[in-house]
Every structure is written in C-alpha cells, then in structure tokens.
T-cell receptor, first 118, second 110 residues
Framework: DGGITQSPKYLFRKEGQNVTLSCEQN?????MYWYRQDPGQGLRLIYY???????QKGDIAEGYSVSREKKESFPLTVTSAQKNPTAFYLC?????????????????FGPGTRLTVL | GQQVMQIPQYQHVQEGEDFTTYCNSS?????IQWYKQRPGGHPVFLIQ?????EVKKQKRLTFQFGEAKKNSSLHITATQTTDVGTYFC??????????FGTGTSLTVIP
C-alpha cells in the first residue's frame, strides 16, 4: 500500500528533551511538509521541503529542525527551545517539487503524532 | 495577506439540515483547496478550485469559487452523521506553500 507513515502515534517527553518525529512516504512525492495543529486551530506550517537536501522554514519554524537526506523521509526534531511543544503534528507530501505545475499539488497526510511534553 | 479566514468556527445541525462554510481572503487566490478531517483523524483532500466562478459537485457537496477569486464556499445538502468533522480550506501560495484556514467543525445531531 502506498502512503505516509508517522511514528509513533503518541509520544510523551519530559520538558527540556529533544524529540524526533518520523515521517516516511512511499508515494514517490517530491515535496514534504510538517504542520502543527492545536485544538480549535487550523494547520500551521513548520517546515517544508520541495526536493532532497533542501528545505524552507514555514510560519512557526522556531524551536524545530528538519532534514531531508532521502526523498522518502522528512524527520522533524522538536527541540527544547520550542516553548509550547505539546500538539498534534502532521506530515504531508505532494507530487510537485520545483519543476512541476502547481495544479498537481494535492496534499496527502500521514496519521499524525500527538506529542505531549510533561 | 497569506491568511484565509474561515467562518463559522463551529456549526451544529440537525441531521437532514444543510450546512455551509465560507473561506475568505483579502487577496486574490490562484486556487483554493478543501479538506475534511474526521475526529481523531488526518485531513483528506476533497477538491481544488481554480477558475473564477467555478462550481463543482461531489454528491451532496457543492464547492464554489467566487468571481473575484477571493472567497470560496462548501455547501452540504441534507447532512448525514458521516459528514461530521472539520472542514478546512487551503490556499496554495508560491513555492507550493499551503496556508490553511482555521476550519469549521461540523456536528450533526441524529
């Protein structure tokens, strides 16, 4: 089955610890995204990557870091510098990188990771 | 200028009633997408609108894009309990960045 996997589904960490959330896709998509969702709010973009070894900050990148060493993988690290890390984190992918027309840019989401910092 | 505002934030309807959510932007949109997120789930793409005045239907769902391409709406006719969830609009910005509205949470009362 093709799709996006995120692990783990639930994650608990102590305050001050860094934590890395996994996101893997086998859809052969160029672009990958990380969003944060808080209760009653929409999705806010943390980081996105349109191609391997390249990524850009979104609206709320402070306290987060990413890497894109492989097309299939886009892990997100929530660092201790993130002041309010407890949230639902969603990873997404879409077909186009920088060289494809924007009409083919439906986003496919993973099941999400719910992070709780104690 | 990148935000899209969505109203209402919450809507409770009796099963069988109609439902509409609106998405508004202060700037012209190149396109607008709609997603549905079931409770406890993840957003799932519903549709993309590109042309001014465009209307698309999916069974009981009707999607519209305004003539000025600054607003969009999603209308559900005769809601069912399976329609429960949060509906998001999203604008696609240059560089394939996506900006999501705050969503409308729909509750359907049987």
């Amino acid at each position: 089955d093709g799709g996006i996997t995120q692990s783990p589904k639930y994650l608990f960490r102590k305050e001050g610890q860094n934590v890395t959330l996994s996101c893997e896709q086998n859809l052969n998509h160029d672009a990958m995204y990380w969003y944060r969702q808080d209760p009653g709010q929409g999705l806010r973009l943390i980081y996105y990557s349109q191609i391997v070894n390249d990524f850009q900050k979104g609206d709320i990148a402070e306290g987060y870091s990413v890497s894109r060493e492989k097309k299939e993988s886009f892990p997100l690290t929530v660092t201790s510098a993130q002041k309010n890390p407890t949230a639902f984190y969603l990873c997404a992918s879409s077909i186009p990188g920088p060289y494809r027309p924007s009409s083919y840019n439906e986003q496919f989401f993973g099941p999400g990771t719910r992070l709780t910092v104690l | 200028g990148q935000q899209v505002m969505q109203i209402p934030q919450y809507q409770h309807v009796q099963e069988g009633e109609d439902f509409t959510t609106y998405c508004n932007s202060s700037t012209t949109l190149s396109n607008i997408q709609w997603y549905k997120q079931r409770p406890g789930g993840h957003p799932v793409f519903l549709i993309q609108l590109v042309k001014s005045g465009e209307v698309k239907k999916q069974k009981r769902l009707t999607f519209q894009f305004g003539e000025a391409k600054k607003n969009s709406s999603l209308h559900i006719t005769a809601t069912q309990t399976t329609d429960v969830g949060t509906y998001f609009c999203a604008r696609v910005y240059t560089g394939n960045q996506f900006y999501f509205g705050t969503g409308t949470s729909l509750t359907v009362i049987p």
